[in-house]
């Protein structure tokens, strides 16, 4: 695919990455251990991508990822998606994601229901666990099941997932996780 570019980017929790072509946003790749790994999983998508300093709208979309993984709110609402070549389910269903409020989730099934395909539970998993947008597509606010924020997620899985919802506020309603009552329990330390 010719006309594809891209660059790497530094975030609170490391090197990002995005890649566009001339219809808008291609791919986000959030930021692996390395940044050699964040490149060579952005390049196994996108292997003629040309690395560049990004135009003015890919720009935008940089500082709204920026902004997202510091837990500020940010709209990615005028951020271009090239979505060629994407099955038209998964584009309905990156769509209907883009519209669920930060600090909110979804279950596969609400989605499905919402979407008129109330059978499609399964489709719906493939789409956010295939979600190419991290971020600009918040696929970690649609879970499997209620609270259950383990399971397929793109781009980071499931750890990421957890530390994004945290940021946004949507684990508050969930109750302690097994570390809060762990450390509730725990007997004290005491000094020697």
Not at 28 to 33: D, G, H, R, S, W
Request: hydrophobic share 45%; proline share 6%.
């Amino acid at each position: 695919m010719s006309g594809v570019a891209y660059t790497v980017f530094d975030t609170m929790v490391g090197r990002c990455g995005i890649a566009w072509g001339f219809d808008g946003v291609l791919a986000v790749q959030l930021a692996e251990t390395r940044e050699l790994d964040t490149r060579r999983r952005l390049l196994r998508h996108y292997p003629d991508a040309r690395e560049t300093r990004p135009p003015v709208g890919i720009e935008a979309a940089i500082e709204g990822i920026v902004t997202a993984l510091r837990g500020q709110p940010h709209d990615f609402f005028d951020v271009a998606l090239d979505m060629h070549g994407l099955a038209p389910f998964d584009c309905r269903v990156y769509a209907a994601t883009r519209a669920i409020p930060r600090g909110e989730t979804m279950t596969f099934a609400e989605m499905a229901k919402q979407l008129g395909a109330s059978g499609a539970i399964h489709a719906v998993g493939q789409a956010i666990k295939h979600n190419p947008f991290a971020m600009i597509v918040p696929c970690h606010r649609v879970l499997a099941a209620a609270g259950e924020t383990d399971g397929i997620c793109a781009n980071g899985g499931a750890i990421t997932r957890r530390r994004l919802l945290s940021l946004e506020g949507a684990l508050a309603k969930s109750g302690p996780t097994l570390f809060d009552v762990l450390l509730s329990v725990a007997p004290p330390r005491t000094a020697r």
